[in-house]
């Protein structure tokens, strides 16, 4: 039977939109019968047992959905952590199906897809993953994890997410690929470029502000190299 491990990516833990999103993935694969698990990276990285345990759980899974946020462009540290863990155990992954979901603040889903997921397939390459899709979620504050919300807590402004996340647990079932999605997932009107345009120059330019005045490069993508 397959078994679906969910990773949990965020420092947030359970009031986290990346706990949202797993949870109401989890539900739905239940659902259908899946055999399922989830456990919290960064309550899992706390010792030696706790990570040997979720090796033991990747080992034993077929199929692992590891939804996180975006920091500063890249994957939070805990992330970083695990991923190096993965790749110094030497495991056998082959067969072991990799959907990475990553969700962002600011509504802008190209700020993933530029550097995130390229590091995922980078990190799946070399440990030998199967790279199944990925989910690149813009504005994921919208959804509330923080604030405990479940998906099916939310109104119709979930609609079009809980639509996406449907079809990724059908492709997870039918044991489908899918590809590198980066859909919409905001009401129209944030796409009319009158709105967009102004956001995303006000949003870069405070952050480049922000990175200069602590010393940091904003371009720098350490991990792309
Ligand atoms: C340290 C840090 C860095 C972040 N960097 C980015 C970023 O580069 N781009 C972005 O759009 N959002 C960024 N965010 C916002 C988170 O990605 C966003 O709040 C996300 O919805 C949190 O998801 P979670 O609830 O699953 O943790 C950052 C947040 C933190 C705390």
Not at 62 to 76: E, H, S
Not at 127 to 151: C, D, H, I, Y
Request: aromatic fraction near 8%; charged fraction near 25%; proline fraction near 5%.
């Amino acid at each position: 039977m397959t078994k679906v491990l969910f990773l949990i990516g965020s420092p947030r833990g359970k009031k986290s939109t990346s706990f949202s999103f797993g949870k109401y993935l989890e539900d739905k694969l239940q659902e259908k019968g899946l055999d399922t698990s989830t456990l919290i990276v960064r309550t899992q990285l706390a010792s030696d047992e706790k990570i040997q345990q979720m090796m033991n759980e990747i080992n034993d899974s077929n199929v692992i959905i590891l939804t996180t946020p975006l920091y500063g462009d890249c994957q939070p540290y805990i992330i970083i952590k695990l991923m190096e863990l993965i790749a110094a155990k030497n495991m056998n992954l082959e067969e072991k199906r990799f959907i990475p979901i990553i969700n962002s603040g600011l509504p802008e889903s190209a700020q993933i897809t530029a550097a995130a997921i390229p590091i995922y397939h980078k990190f799946a390459e070399i440990v030998g993953l199967k790279w199944a899709g990925s989910l690149a979620v813009e504005a994921g504050e919208m959804f509330k994890g923080r604030w405990g919300k479940q998906m099916h807590d939310l109104g119709k402004e979930a609609d079009i997410m809980r639509g996406i996340l449907d079809n990724l647990a059908d492709a997870v079932i039918s044991e489908t690929d899918l590809p590198d999605m980066a859909p919409r997932v905001l009401p129209g009107m944030f796409y009319w470029k009158i709105l967009k345009k102004p956001i995303t120059k006000i949003n870069t330019r405070h952050w480049r502000k922000v990175a200069k005045e602590k010393g940091e490069d904003a371009d720098a993508r350490p991990y792309l190299d």
